[in-house]
Structure formats: C-alpha cells, structure tokens
C-alpha cells in the first residue's frame, strides 16, 4: 500500500505528522500523569497539534535541513497547544463548547 502513496506525501508524514503525533501522545501523558487530561483536554491537544503541524509543515520543510524538522516540528505543536489552552482558559471557552458539544450530541441522538 505505501508503494502507492506518493513520495512526497510520504516524506509529509514521517517528517511532519509523525513527530506532531508522538509529541502530543507525550504532552497527553505528562497530562494524564499528573490526572489534568480530560477528554476535552485531549481533543483540543490532537486538533491544534495536527493543525498546525499540517499548516505549519511545508514550510518547515523549506526553510529547515531534514535533521532539525522533527525537532521544530515538535516545538511548533507543543507552543501551539499551549497558546490555544491559554487563549480556551484567557477567553472561558471551555464551558461554552462541552456546552454546545453536549447539544450538539443530544440533536443527534435524537
């Protein structure tokens, strides 16, 4: 099957979303550890790493030798999250979308 994929989508995710994955698989269990992980916690982790390692990733690949990539990578995930968990924490938002979240769950039961 990965005979099929393209290099260069190949390159993407053994550079880019690899290291994104294991670095927010470690920030959830340092999280875990320390019993602050919830599942909101963990999802917000996933969607703002993968994000902006997705948004951030081409042009980490030009600009950085394939040594470093991980590495910067890495930073850029774990700044990332932790700017969006304080702007979630700054701006209150957390209430409001396990809030909508749990409508949104409840319509669909429905």
């Not at 951030?56 to 774990?78: D, N």
């Not at 990332?80 to 924490?89: F, V, W």
Request: hydrophobic content about 55%; glycine content about 4%; charged content about 20%.
């Amino acid at each position: 099957m990965l005979e099929k994929i393209d290099n260069e989508l190949k390159g993407f995710l053994i550079k880019i979303i690899l290291p994104a994955v294991v670095t927010m698989l470690a920030k959830m269990s340092i999280m875990l550890r320390d019993h602050k992980l919830t599942w909101f916690r963990a999802i917000s982790i996933a969607v703002c790493g993968l994000s902006s390692a997705y948004l951030f990733g081409p042009l980490v690949i030009k600009s950085f030798s394939l040594e470093v990539i991980p590495v910067v990578i890495s930073g850029i995930v774990m700044t990332s999250e932790r700017l969006a968990s304080y702007l979630i924490y700054k701006f209150k938002v957390e209430p409001f979308l396990i809030e909508s979240l749990q409508r949104l769950i409840t319509v669909l039961k429905k």
